[in-house]
């Protein structure tokens, strides 16, 4: 089953998204905390609020650089709630930090993945989750796809998540979701357009002109009319209604 996370921190963007029950949480790292005016000292706000808006996990990531300094914060965002996941980066620091956290049961994921050697790290850390970046593998000339998909390969079975962060577009996510990569972080405005396609759109608006000039609907059995066909529940379904 694939799993959709939202990569925000921006409430007003999260809200309708978190209503529709697609997304499975949210994901959030100290940038998108700053676009949304928000610093970590607003993480516990926004995970309450979070949760309450209908997020199963939130992503909180530590901004210590050693690794003794990265288990403190760590332990410290879990103490939230049990819906938190650790993010750490996947530096030397953060993988060590990742092994000591995994091994006192606290779910991390190694964010910043490039290469797929990282990924063998992670897994070898005990991670629950790593998060490659797509987007920029590419823009930086690596072949984001391909390493994805190996990464996807050496965790497979290991207890270890890819979870694709820093997607362009709707194709690039499905390629990937074809492939057998189980997990995304999207933008808001990349949920939007997962959610809308042209032409199913296009379908829609015809639906509902025809049934605004009543060439469809549904009404109450009339057997004595002999108008419209009774489907099994009962229900007298006009011509064209299907």
């Given at each position: 089953?694939?799993?959709?996370?939202l990569?925000?921190?921006?409430?007003?963007?999260?809200?309708?998204?978190l209503?529709?029950g697609?997304?499975?949480?949210?994901t959030?790292?100290p940038?998108l905390?700053?676009?949304?005016?928000?610093?970590?000292?607003?993480?516990?706000?926004?995970?309450?609020w979070a949760?309450?808006?209908?997020?199963?996990?939130?992503?909180?990531?530590?901004?210590?650089?050693?690794?003794?300094?990265?288990?403190?914060?760590?332990?410290?965002?879990?103490?939230?709630?049990?819906?938190?996941?650790?993010?750490v980066?996947?530096?030397?620091?953060?993988?060590?930090?990742?092994?000591?956290?995994?091994?006192?049961?606290?779910?991390?994921?190694?964010t910043?993945?490039?290469?797929?050697?990282?990924?063998?790290?992670?897994?070898?850390?005990?991670?629950?989750f790593?998060?490659?970046?797509?987007?920029?593998?590419?823009?930086?000339?690596?072949?984001?796809?391909?390493q994805?998909?190996?990464?996807?390969q050496?965790?497979?079975?290991?207890g270890t998540?890819?979870?694709?962060?820093?997607i362009?577009?709707?194709?690039?996510?499905?390629?990937l979701?074809?492939?057998?990569?189980?997990?995304?972080?999207?933008?808001?405005?990349?949920?939007?357009?997962?959610?809308?396609?042209?032409?199913?759109?296009?379908?829609?608006?015809?639906?509902?002109?025809?049934?605004?000039?009543?060439?469809?609907?549904?009404?109450?059995?009339d057997?004595?009319?002999?108008?419209g066909?009774?489907?099994p529940?009962g229900?007298n379904?006009?011509?064209?209604?299907?």
């Open positions: 089953m694939t799993v959709l996370y990569d925000s921190a921006d409430r007003a963007a999260l809200a309708p998204l209503a529709t697609l997304f499975a949480g949210v959030t790292n940038l905390l700053q676009r949304a005016g928000l610093g970590q000292a607003d993480l516990p706000a926004l995970h309450d949760i309450a808006a209908g997020a199963g996990t939130v992503f909180a990531q530590t901004l210590a650089e050693d690794p003794d300094g990265i288990v403190v914060e760590g332990l410290r965002l879990r103490e939230l709630s049990d819906r938190v996941v650790v993010k980066p996947a530096t030397r620091a953060g993988l060590t930090a990742t092994r000591r956290l995994a091994d006192r049961q606290v779910p991390v994921l190694v910043a993945v490039y290469h797929a050697a990282q990924a063998v790290l992670a897994g070898a850390a005990g991670a629950r790593i998060a490659p970046y797509l987007g920029r593998m590419s823009a930086a000339g690596r072949d984001g796809p391909a994805i998909r190996t990464m996807h050496i965790l497979a079975g290991s998540q890819t979870l694709v962060a820093s362009k577009s709707v194709d690039d996510l499905v390629r979701a074809a492939a057998g990569v189980p997990s995304f972080t999207v933008g808001p405005a990349l949920a939007d357009e997962l959610l809308h396609d042209e032409l199913t759109d296009g379908a829609v608006r015809k639906f509902l002109a025809a049934a605004a000039r009543g060439g469809a609907g549904l009404s109450r059995p057997t004595g009319s002999g108008l066909r009774a489907g529940d229900l379904f006009a011509p064209g209604a299907i």
